[in-house]
């Protein structure tokens, strides 16, 4: 069973520091990760979605890196603001005909103005 | 385009009591999900479907039944609401490239449920 885990469970930082998450999941054989973004009391909104032939997918600000081999995902934030105050969850797919997607329990992140 | 959308947006029930939440997108995506968020637990997944006419059972199935008769829309039915299943619900729905595995997951709004 597919198991991932988003360590810390909370981060604070003050406003323009690189914010650094990290996911990491026991089951190599990944068909893609995706990184969602979850504001209090709304649904999830994804941020990258990573292939598991890609090393790292970026947009704007966002750079998500993938290493299948020693499981891990991180997703970087570059110069942080207080809008990106959000909790931030990484999902695993596995084989493409196994639609059972896999969730991290998320990274509750607070950017002080 | 409207997305995924969900209603109702919040419930309480009683416990025996039976409801259905339901979830319709816009999309024309071929896969639907049903999901459960709770505290410190991340989303577990209930049922999901890769067509109409075909559903299956994700992590944590007991106590709920789907169904999908339409590409749009996949209810999610409580028969007999037990306090355990106080959550908050989400439906997702994404393509899947005819077998080649997830696109992006798009998720609706929520539903959040309290049985009592």
């Known amino acids: 069973k597919q198991e991932v885990t988003q360590i810390p469970a909370a981060l604070s930082v003050p406003e323009g520091e690189n914010l650094v998450l990290n996911c990491s999941f026991t089951d190599s054989a990944i068909y893609n990760l995706q990184w969602f973004r979850q504001d209090p009391g709304k649904g999830l909104t994804s941020l990258l979605l990573i292939q598991s032939s890609q090393r790292e997918q970026t947009s704007g600000r966002l750079n998500a890196s993938l290493d299948k081999s020693s499981g891990r995902s991180t997703l970087y934030i570059a110069a942080s603001q207080p809008g990106d105050s959000a909790t931030y969850l990484c999902?695993?797919?596995?084989?493409?005909?196994?639609?059972?997607?896999?969730f991290g329990a998320g990274t509750t992140v607070t950017v002080r103005a | 385009n409207a997305g995924v959308t969900q209603t109702p947006k919040f419930q309480v029930l009683k416990t025996g009591q039976s409801m259905t939440l339901q979830c319709a997108q816009d999309m024309n995506h071929e896969y639907m999900s049903w999901y459960r968020q709770d505290p410190g637990m991340g989303l577990r997944l209930i049922h999901y479907s890769v067509g109409a006419g075909i559903t299956d059972q994700g992590e944590v199935p007991n106590g709920y039944n789907v169904s999908r008769s339409t590409t749009e829309d996949f209810p999610l039915r409580l028969l007999s609401a037990a306090p355990s299943q106080t959550s908050v619900y989400f439906c997702?729905?994404?393509?899947?490239?005819?077998?080649?595995?997830?696109?992006?997951?798009?998720f609706g709004p929520g539903t959040r449920l309290t049985v009592t």
């Open positions: 997702a729905s994404s393509y899947t490239g005819s077998g080649q595995g997830f696109y992006e997951q798009y």
């Open positions: 999902a695993v797919s596995p084989r493409s005909n196994d639609y059972k997607l896999s």
